[in-house]
């Protein structure tokens, strides 16, 4: 079945640092791949998505490039703020349209 | 625009009732979803539906009910609550798109099971 396997974490960076959050899947066909990120004491929201091979996901100063060749999705981003702080999730959108996600990761980020 | 509203935001249960997480929105979705989080397990689907009158089982059905009699509505029964079921639940609803998009999610309902 389709699984998606995140970095351990939890992860601690200061302010302008540069982020990377590994994310690799496994699935049949060709599935669209998601961030979904979590601030503390609310639910998901969309962070940014990809759905071809190739495809760059953006948002907020966050990308993420679809690589089918090594079945990634990792996210990154230049300089990451305390405002970042967060736990971050990746999913992937299999052939039954259901999500699937990886178990999270969380963010803190020091002034 | 409220978009995926849930209530109640918190809720202690003993074990062995029963109650019912309300969850609605108002962006005239076809598609919705509960999920549970579990702390370092990531979000597992309870139910869906694709549409009012349609629901269908996730990864982790047992002990959980659901109905979909209006397009806004899909509320979530726990019938005999149990320890394991203490969680953080979640609603969400997309589109009708080929394939479904971008979920959107409510809030969270955090439920303890004494």
Known sequence: GDSVTQMEGPVTLSEEAFLTINCTYTATGYPSLFWYVQYPGEGLQLLLKATKADDKGSNKGFEATYRKETTSFHLEKGSVQVSDSAVYFCALRGANSKLTFGKGITLSVRP | ?114
């Open chain 2, 1 to 114: 625009n409220a978009g995926v509203t849930q209530t109640p935001k918190f809720r202690i249960l003993k074990i062995g009732q029963s109650m019912t997480l309300q969850c609605t929105q108002d962006m005239n979705h076809n598609y919705m979803y509960w999920y549970r989080q579990d702390p370092g397990m990531g979000l597992k689907l309870i139910y869906y539906s694709v549409g009012a009158g349609i629901t269908d089982k996730g990864e982790v059905p047992n002990g959980y009910n659901v109905s979909r009699s209006t397009t806004e509505d899909f509320p979530l029964r726990l019938e005999l609550a149990a320890p394991s079921q203490t969680s953080v639940y979640f609603c969400a609803s997309t589109d009708g798109g080929r394939p479904p998009d971008t979920q959107y999610f409510g809030p969270g309902t955090r439920l303890t099971v004494l």
